[in-house]
């Protein structure tokens, strides 16, 4: 993890989704999204990058490539997982994922496989919801649906803690903003925005 890391607190879902959005606008170059989906961050990704889209379901994955070619990328998505990247070593400039390290199989490997195709000093930029601190009622409630939500939502799992698991990576964090969205009464859900880097 680098020394001169950043951290920052925020606020809701609003301050989240605009750090989040801000951090995909900083991305350059030929840009590698894991886990795309239906492609919600074309709008926010500056015109002239290469993108290039990492997605294993198939049904989102025709969506996807329709939505990348609206916002003018021809390349199609790829059909995997973000465990196994089927493209070669330093390929790429940056690698994002929004709401995808909460439901990869292995995030350790994921996170290694960032690292190897990334150029040296390549970007990254990760956003996602993460577990609550151990005892607090966000907690136990995040406990108490991590059943349902890893059989109904890809696998998703609530109790995840990206940040750890980014700091123990190859790669090396540049900083972390932290947001509290309530979600029942005072219960409130944590989200990060996280940007690091290749060694």
């Known amino acids: 993890m680098s020394a001169a890391q950043g951290v920052s607190a925020g606020g809701g879902w609003g301050a989240y989704v605009a750090a989040r959005d ?110 609550a601190r151990p005892g607090t009622g966000s907690y136990r409630l995040q406990r108490m649906v991590r059943p349902w939500s890893r059989l109904l939502d890809h696998g998703c799992d609530p109790l995840r803690d990206t940040e750890r698991a980014v700091g123990a990576s190859p790669l090396l964090v540049d900083s972390v903003e932290r947001f509290e969205i309530p979600v029942i009464a005072r219960l409130r859900v944590p989200f990060v925005v996280i940007r690091a880097y290749s060694r």
């Open 22 to 131: 801000a951090a995909v606008r900083e991305l350059r170059g030929r840009v590698l999204e894991i886990g795309a989906g239906y492609g919600a961050n074309f709008a926010q990704l500056r015109a002239d990058v290469q993108w290039w889209g990492l997605e294993p379901s198939p049904r989102r994955r025709g969506a996807l490539e329709a939505a990348a070619r609206r916002h003018g990328h021809d390349t199609p998505p790829l059909a995997a997982p973000a465990e196994d990247i089927p493209i070669a070593d330093a390929s790429v400039d940056a690698v994002l994922g929004t709401t995808v390290l909460c439901s990869v199989r292995d995030q350790a490997r994921v996170l290694d496989e960032v690292a190897r195709v990334l150029v040296p000093g390549g970007r990254v930029v990760l956003a996602d919801h993460v577990a």
